[in-house]
């Protein structure tokens, strides 16, 4: 009785694994194709102005490394976007300035 049953349970297709997906849904993060510092930089100037409503900067920092990876880093750490987020460097507001003038253009192009 045993070895029948061991015979059928055997026979048995295999379940497939199931998907490690992040919470929401994704099956990978979303590339910035920048640094770390500079995402949060960007990040912060779209909270400040209003353009992303933001009820509490902690929730925001830690939902923002479950979705997206730099092209340097796959997992962000919220402490490292935390302090980047606050306390930019003058060179990471350059890059970012930089950025925001090739958005303009593109702008400007398209009108």
Known sequence: EEIAHINRVSAL???APARQDNVHGLSEKVMANMSVAEFAYICKLFADA???IVHNNK???EELTRIYRTKN???ISS???RSKFYKP???VKTNVKGYLIELLNRI???A
């Open 73 to 75: 880093t796959e997992n």
């Open 89 to 91: 460097d003058p060179g």
């Open 50 to 52: 209003g353009l992303i």
């Open 108 to 110: 400007n192009a398209s």
């Open 79 to 81: 402490e490292s976007l």
């Open 13 to 15: 297709p295999l379940a």
């Open 59 to 61: 929730t925001f920092i």
